[in-house]
């Protein structure tokens, strides 16, 4: 008897032995695509300096002469000067990555959906390696800057195939756990980063070591198979057959008598498989992009705002990136407790804890614990309910950053360690942190199989408008020292409020093609609660 795909993963692993080693290279691949991402933290970084004169020297040659770095690092401001009036250029060439990502995140996306996910990822890897070494190679500024622009146009489409590969691989229950596990080796991959800029000073070297891994990621992603979702969409259910059944024999499982009926959404030969115009002309497809696209803006503009600003901070320049990193850490498993996790207590002492009456009426027979900031008091069953999920788990952590970015205004800078500015913005870094998380993996709920990176893509593309108005933003310091933190906090509070608008999709069935919209099954806005 022919099987769903989703019957077929069942019956392969879900996430067995063979998979678990499929996702680990993507997942570590993230250490390098963090380096490469926050690379111009450190090669970057504008070490305290002095001239010897007064006034700025006109030409570079006189001002070599007379300025004095501080520190014991090098940069490209220390190397070609970019202070003062040439400050600007750093943050150009932050911005210029970002760009580069935008353009990437458009093409490779409905690029992977037409020709295969392994295909463009592999181009992705191999030019982003590429033009890393151009980067470190650089013989002057104008070559940098244009390495960093091509490297994130190969930086962000590798980074947005790789992660939906690590989706696809595995089955729909764990897919919220290989992408908080993506997202969580990203953060740790910043502090991996700074620990390579504390050992290596100067930033040539830095650049170099910081993209070999590159290069052995490349070796090894020949060996990863194509997506099985993504030959089930395009109606290639031979070759999905023949990629489960190399996930099962990975598992560990005796080869299956598998056989998978064909994709209501399978393209036919004269046919020609759905692009980004199709997520305009579907009513349903069209408000989840547009809502997606600003809350993907405003995730990237708050989390990268906040990453870059690192440097500014005081203190240890190499200590203050490792904790824009680490301080993600905490929101990973949060995460994943909250959008996922459902735990029930009966008779448990928490209940006499929290409800004394209820147990001391013997009442007290559930209490069901999971996240979304609403309670239900039934005086009968004295039944206390928090719902958990994607749609509500996200808003929260929005509004949370945002009120913690708009509360530093109202700190001074002398204030103690736990109610300082530097901690309620890492604190609103950790928030943003944990919505950016999510809204990789809720994306990926809300579009089908034949549109997903191509939805992933076009909102990846929103979010990188964020990361190149990111850098320019601290500069708003010069109104007001709070007025940065302001602009954040507006923009996670709009975004939490909007995500409200969106359907849940815990426990709903993952849409394989357009066609599967129309079901009543895929426009329920919300789930019905589990008895």
Known sequence: MAAGLEEAFGAAGEFGGGQRRLTACLVLLQVYVACQSMLIVLVGAVPKYHIDQEGIPASRAELAKHIHFADNFTSIATEWYLIEQEAYKVSLASSLFFAGLLIGNITFGPLSDKLGRKPVYI??????VVFGYVTALAPNYDTFAVSRFFGGIANGGMALVSFVLTQEYVGKSVWSFTGSLTNLTFAVGIAVYALLGYCVREWRYLALVSNTPGVIFLLLSFMLPESPRWLYSQGKTAEAEDVLQYIALGNGKERLNLKLKPSAGALRKDESAPGILNLVKHPVLRWRTIILMYIWYVCSFVYYGLTLNAGELRGNLYLNVALSGLVEVPAFPLCMFFIEKSCV??????????????????????????????????????????????????????????????????????AGL??????LALCGKMMVSAAFNIVYIYTS??????????GLGVCSMSCRFGGILAPFV????????????????????SAGFLTLLLPETLNKPIAESIEDLQSPKYQVLKNEEAE
């Open 474 to 493: 601290p500069s708003m310091k010069s109104l007001s020292p709070s007025v940065p933190f302001v602009v954040f906090g507006i923009s996670g509070l």
């Open 345 to 414: 207590f009966g008779g448990h002492p928490l209940c006499g804890y929290l409800f004394p009456k209820a147990e001391q009426s013997g009442k007290a027979e559930l209490l069901r614990v999971s996240f979304n900031l609403q309670f239900e008091y039934l005086c009968n069953d004295t039944l206390v309910s928090l719902r958990s999920g994607r749609r509500k788990t996200m808003t929260c952590f929005l509004i949370f950053a945002g009120f913690a970015c708009i509360f530093t205004m109202f700190l001074p800078t002398n």
């Open 123 to 128: 181009l992705g890897l191999f030019f982003d």
């Open 445 to 454: 709920e809300l579009y089908p199989t034949v549109l997903r990176n191509a």
């Open 418 to 423: 736990l109610l300082s500015p530097t901690s």
